[in-house]
């Protein structure tokens, strides 16, 4: 059966990075994408960007265009979302999803990242 | 950018009634690329119809989706214990992906 499990939670300082892992299971990797969506407390759901799990090609939204990057390693089948140069509006629970079309069939169980001085 | 207006933003039914969800885009949504999902609290967002009206796999029947070009449906036939939850919509175009902000349908 398909499974994405994602990394634990982290707490991070203002200003630096972050690095999530997404890593798949039960699918050929290479033939799907990977995207990457966010949820501030209370809030609905925000889209980062894609990569996609054949070429490593990219996608970003506008919002964190600078700010984020994704990669993947596809001798493991994982996935990575880092954002940098974090900000408090930045906690979030950060998810990834698999991509078999345009829509997001397979869900992650979500990464909780926590942005404090 | 195409944005994705819901409404309402609260429904508040009873277990049996019949909810329906709408979600309107600013442009037309091209080849029906809309999708509906279900989240419960503490929970990933669940798949259930994309295409505008296909059920993913394992979703009830009592969930239907309609509608084409900017206007779109999600109709619960008879609300379930389980179906009080939030649902977004979501649209893609030219490799870009937004989210509608979302319906809550609660316990009346």
């Known amino acids: 059966q398909v499974q994405l499990v994602q990394s634990g939670a982290e707490v991070k300082k203002p200003g630096a990075s972050v690095k999530v892992s997404c890593k798949a299971s039960g699918y050929t990797f290479t033939s799907h994408a990977i995207t990457w969506v966010r949820q501030a407390p209370g809030q609905g759901l925000e889209w980062m960007g894609l990569?996609?799990?054949?070429?490593?090609?990219?996608n970003y939204a506008q919002n964190f265009q600078g700010r984020v990057t994704m990669t993947t390693d596809t001798s493991t089948n994982t996935a990575y979302l880092e954002l940098k140069n974090l900000r408090s509006d930045d906690t979030a629970v950060y998810y990834c999803?698999?991509?078999?079309?345009?829509?997001?069939?397979?869900w992650g169980q979500g990464t909780l990242v926590t942005v404090s001085s | 950018e195409i944005v994705l207006t819901q409404s309402p933003g609260t429904l508040s039914l009873s277990p049996g009634e019949r909810a329906t969800l709408s979600c309107r885009a600013s442009?037309?949504?091209?080849?029906?690329?809309l999708a509906w999902y279900q989240q419960k609290p503490g929970q990933a967002p669940r798949l259930l119809v994309y295409g505008a009206s296909t059920r993913a796999t394992g979703i009830p029947d009592r969930f239907s989706g309609s509608g084409s070009g900017t206007d779109f449906t999600l109709t619960i036939s008879r609300l379930e214990p389980e179906d009080f939850a939030v649902y977004y919509c979501?649209?893609?175009?030219?490799?870009?992906?937004?989210f509608g902000s979302g319906t809550k349908v609660d316990i009346k």
């Open positions: 999803a698999r991509v078999p079309n345009w829509y997001l069939d397979y």
């Open positions: 442009q037309s949504v091209r080849a029906n690329y």
């Open positions: 979501q649209q893609y175009v030219s490799s870009l992906v937004t």
């Open positions: 990569i996609s799990g054949y070429n490593g090609n990219t």
